[in-house]
């Protein structure tokens, strides 16, 4: 069964019952995903997964008060919209909730390359066989804890009853090294490296560099000793400085 | 219940077709989720999150498809998919087991249940986050922001393997946060409680009301302004039970873990091993009977074997990793039942469930007023961190001074770091008390998992990291 099919039809229904429904605000937003994944782990191959999911969300806004619910059994679609009404009837009033109203859209370029709906989950394998021998290769006090390589294929469609319709395909390659360098009974820091790509052109090479830093990275940490408590003036790197920053700001920023 | 028979019977037939090892597994959960942020609601959701995830094992690789066609075809079709996906594998795995080691459930298993959650009005759960985001700010004009939220998770599963599992499992979490920030004009405190369980209504209750949860979170944030600094350096501390999970969980855990095990954690090849003191014995355990309600409770794995409670350190010696099918048979010992998928899409790899230091003989009281000079910790704040060789650095959320067996004051911006087989090795004092306190919180590691974790009151050495 094409599953992507089979839901974009019950959606078709449901449109049209959101339509009769004489509701003023409701929108759906629908979302397939395909992947292919390879997992290692202890530095061998351990799982190989393909998927195919989709999922709906619908958000009704009705008297300033939203509900929103979501499913991914097409069957379920017209009960979800049921459960989004029901929600904003028990909700609270908040006068700025409004859904997005139609303007002229201008799509981002460069996030979807067709060469990734040709990768095939042994296509994904050796790219992900290639990644996970490169650390060892470096150095051969790296383990391995896990390394995964995904590549997807998204879609995603909103439409809702003030006019707005859009559609946008995605593409991403994922991946990431995770582990450490033991040698005898020293085990260095528990570090990673993780990198994305949306096109398929250079993702041997990020692979490839990713996999060196990764190495390099571990076995820096090797024999490493404990700090005895200081105060006095650090050399802080760029990223430790801006995990700091963050870390200050996210209780303001979320509260 | 009478829905899922029909598929249990169509998930068998399939399962019995394969000549394989096929894991199957139905999961299906039902979600409720509201938030306020400043008297505002954030999101008031529901959804339904179902499908079938396969695993196929040949040669010692595993293949992995899912689907959310629950027909006998799209059944037959996902289970071909994780086939083909582990045949692409086969000759690439150097170290593989001949057999897994399983130890299949039947029945239909149910966790207690007082008051189920979906019995409970959903204008109920939005009145309670909706008092629980007001309460604060009519306590204390200090109080300028509060966010609370409440969020369910109904979980049923059908298992069916070809190993032998057929089990049915409703598994309901629950989980209530509520944080609170205050100023002075000054500056600026945070406070926060929070609670998790499995279960019912009841059981989310079983230890404070929400009344007791509003009055925690102000305190703490209200403790902390003005607050003087702690003094860096080695001290002597007395743990909250709510650290002692924190440590449990994420600095000793997480290394026990047997596929962390396998790629070099600092445990690795020391069982046997003295590595706390005596009076540290460290359970992961699927089914307390300690405290009930715990929000980590797993009757039944997501590879559909039985789950046992493992002692980790019995009495200061290493006696246990945590496993699955595969790396218990790798180790040549029985399967815990650790293996876990948070949905019906994730591949069940080792996590943890219920992970807690047992109770000593000390009150907790006199643990306390026989500490001449040192800090008593409580909770977890501002995140942290473990890695690999037990090495763990974490903010806490409040702190007082001991000086002589008395609280004398509190202290802010705490963080407390050290080796944690070091820090346990230097416990002097076990509390005869108990509490499951990481209820609200889900561990990491690839995918989430509701996990708790807890203890009793301990005395040990940590390095503080303070302003003097």
């Known amino acids: 069964m094409d599953i992507m099919k089979f839901m974009k039809e019950k959606i078709d229904g449901l449109k049209a019952k959101i339509v009769r429904s004489g509701l003023k605000k409701v929108e759906i937003f629908l979302q397939r995903r395909n992947f292919k994944r390879v997992f290692f782990e202890k530095n061998e191959l351990k799982t190989l997964n393909q998927d195919d999911l989709v999922g709906v969300g619908i958000r009704v806004v009705e008297n300033n008060r939203q509900g929103f619910s979501f499913t991914n059994d097409p069957n379920e679609v017209f009960e979800v919209f049921d459960r989004a009404k029901e929600l904003a009837r028990l909700s609270e009033e908040d006068e700025y909730l409004d859904l997005p109203e139609p303007k002229e859209c201008v799509l981002v370029e460069g996030i979807y390359d067709d060469r990734f709906e040709e990768f095939d989950l042994e296509r994904t394998l050796m790219l992900g066989k290639k990644m996970v021998e490169i650390p060892r290769r470096v150095d051969g006090r790296v383990s ?112 | 219940m009478e829905d899922t028979e029909e598929l249990r019977r169509i998930m068998k037939e399939v399962v019995d077709f394969f000549d394989v090892l096929v894991q199957m597994r139905y999961h299906s959960r039902k979600t409720f989720k509201v938030s306020f942020i400043n008297g505002k609601v954030k999101s008031i959701d529901s959804g339904t999150l179902a499908g079938l995830g396969v695993r196929v094992w040949v040669d010692g690789i595993w293949g992995f498809s899912s689907t959310t066609d629950l027909s006998k075809d799209g059944m037959f079709n996902t289970v071909k998919s994780a086939l083909n996906a582990a045949k692409l594998g086969k000759g690439l795995k150097e170290e593989r087991v001949r057999e897994l080691r399983n130890s299949p459930v039947t029945g239909d298993l149910f966790v207690e249940e007082n008051k189920p959650l979906d019995s409970v009005p959903i204008e109920e759960k939005i009145e309670l986050v909706k008092k629980l985001d007001s309460q604060p700010r009519k306590m204390s004009d200090k109080v300028v922001s509060t966010n609370a939220m409440y969020m369910e998770m109904i979980d049923e599963k059908i298992i069916v393997t070809s190993y032998g599992t057929d089990v049915y499992y409703r598994d309901p979490k629950s989980d209530l946060r509520l944080s609170v920030v205050v100023s002075n004009g000054n500056e600026m405190e945070f406070g926060y409680s929070s609670f998790g369980a499995t279960g019912g209504w009841k059981e989310l209750f079983r230890r404070y009301s929400s009344d007791e949860m509003i009055e925690e979170a102000v305190r703490i944030a209200i403790d902390k302004l003005g607050a003087k600094y702690a003094e860096g350096g080695d001290h002597t501390v007395v743990l909250h039970p709510s650290l002692v999970g924190v440590l449990a969980h994420e600095a000793i855990g997480h290394t026990v873990e047997a596929d962390f095990v396998l790629s070099g954690s600092i445990v690795k090849g020391k069982l046997g091993e ?84 047992m109770p000593g003989e000390s009150d907790p009281e006199e643990i306390i007023s026989s500490t001449k000079s040192g800090y008593y910790l409580k909770g977890l704040g501002g995140g942290g961190q ?83």
Request: hydrophobic share 40%; proline share 3%; aromatic share 8%.
């Open chain 1, 144 to 255: 391995l804890d896990s390394a995964e390589l995904t590549i997807t294929v998204m879609e995603n469609l909103v439409w809702n009853t003030l006019g707005l319709e859009l559609s946008e395909r995605k593409t991403t390659a994922l991946f990431f090294l995770m582990g450490m360098a033991v040698e005898d009974d020293k085990v260095s820091s528990f570090d990673y490296v993780a990198d994305a790509s949306v096109e398929s052109s250079d993702l041997d090479e990020r692979i490839e560099k990713s996999a060196r830093v990764f190495a390099n990275r571990v076995i820096s940490s090797l024999g490493a000793k404990s700090c005895p408590s200081y105060k006095g003036k650090v050399l802080l790197s760029f990223s430790l400085t801006l995990k700091m920053f963050r870390k200050a700001e996210a209780p303001g920023l979320v509260n």
């Open chain 2, 386 to 468: 473990a890695d690999a060789n037990a090495e763990f650095m974490f903010g806490v959320l409040e702190a007082w001074k001991i000086e002589n067996g008395k609280l004398v004051h509190p202290v802010r911006e705490v963080t407390i770091s050290g080796q944690a087989f070091d820090v346990l090795s230097s416990v002097d004092m076990v509390g005869n008390d108990f509490m499951f306190t990481l209820g609200a919180g889900y561990c990491g590691k690839f995918q989430p998992a509701k996990v708790d974790a807890g203890g009793p009151h301990l005395r040990c050495r940590v390095k503080i990291g303070g302003r003097k």
């Open chain 2, 274 to 357: 003295k590595v706390a003191s005596d009076l540290i014995t460290l359970v992961d355990d699927p089914n307390p009977n300690i405290e009930k309600g715990a929000a980590g409770i797993l009757l039944v794995d997501d590879e559909g074997n039985e789950t046992t409670k493992v002692t980790i350190i019995g009495n200061g010696i290493l006696k246990s990793y945590l496993h699955d099918s595969e790396t218990s048979a790798l180790f040549n010992v029985e399967n815990t039942g650790n293996a876990r998928a948070f949905t019906y899409s994730d591949e069940p790899i080792i996590r943890m469930r219920n992970t807690y230091i």
